[in-house]
C-alpha cells in the first residue's frame, strides 16, 4: 500500500539585490528582504530553507524576521551553481554558440558538482510530502536553480532551466500534488516591492 501524500507549495525566491563582489546585501536588497517577509506573514511556513553564499543567507535572515517561529534550514543544494551544462546536440542551433560562450566559464568540476546538488534540489524540495497535511515551505536561493525548478516543474527540456530570469526578492510558488504535474501558481511577482525595487537582477533588456 502506497504512504498517503499531500500537496508541497514552494515558495521560491532569489537573493535580494547584493553588493558587487556579493559578500552582503546592498541597502535596497535589506529593504526588497524585509518587504517580501512582510508579505508571506499570511503564509502558513513551516521551514525557510536558503543556500550558504551570504547573500541568500542575509535575505532568509531579514524574512524571518517578519514571520513567527518559522525555523531556518541552510542547504548547499539551495546553492548557486550551474544545474545542467547542455551539450551543442541539445540547444537550439541558433543560439548554441552564445548558450556555450557563456557556460564555457563554468570549470568541468563545478558543472559536475551542480550536477549533483540540481538532482538533490529536485529530490529534496519537490514533489507531494508524506502525511495528509499541505506543506508551505520556502526556498531562498540563486537565478540558476529557480530556472532549473521553473523547467523542471513544466517537465521541458534539461537545457531550457537557460534564459529564465528571476528579480530580486520576487516571489514565485510552484504546487506539487499528488496524481498531478506540478503547478505554477505565481512566477517572478514583484507587487510587494515599490517600483524602484523591482527589476534588480535583471538585463536592462528584460525590464518592463
Known amino acids: 500500500m502506497n504512504p498517503r501524500t499531500a500537496p508541497r507549495y514552494l ?32 503564509a502558513p511556513l513551516t521551514a525557510i530553507h536558503h543556500g550558504p553564499l551570504a547573500r541568500a543567507e542575509q535575505t532568509a535572515h531579514l524574512i524571518a524576521d517578519q514571520l513567527e517561529g518559522v525555523p531556518l534550514r541552510r542547504a548547499e543544494a539551495a546553492g548557486d551553481y550551474l544545474p545542467y551544462p547542455p551539450t551543442r546536440e541539445e540547444l537550439p542551433q541558433e543560439m ?3 548558450f556555450l560562450t557563456f557556460l564555457d566559464q563554468f570549470p568541468e568540476q563545478e558543472r559536475e558538482h551542480g550536477t549533483r546538488l ?34 523542471a516543474a513544466f517537465d521541458a527540456p534539461n537545457w531550457r532551466w537557460i534564459g529564465v530570469n528571476h528579480a530580486n526578492a520576487a516571489l514565485t510558488v510552484i504546487r506539487y500534488a499528488p496524481g498531478r504535474p506540478p503547478s505554477l501558481l505565481l512566477f517572478n511577482d514583484t507587487g510587494h516591492l515599490p517600483a524602484e525595487l523591482r527589476w534588480t537582477g535583471f538585463p536592462q533588456e528584460l525590464h518592463i
Open 96 to 98: 548554441a554558440d552564445a
Open 11 to 42: 515558495y521560491v525566491t532569489r537573493h535580494a539585490e547584493a553588493t558587487p563582489d556579493e559578500s552582503a546585501l546592498t541597502d535596497a536588497g535589506r529593504t526588497q528582504a524585509t518587504l517580501l517577509g512582510q508579505r508571506l506573514r499570511t
Open 118 to 151: 540540481a538532482a538533490t534540489a529536485l529530490a529534496d524540495l519537490t514533489g507531494p510530502v508524506p502525511g495528509d497535511e499541505p506543506r508551505h515551505e520556502l526556498l531562498v536561493t540563486h537565478n540558476f536553480l529557480v530556472g532549473w525548478l521553473i523547467r
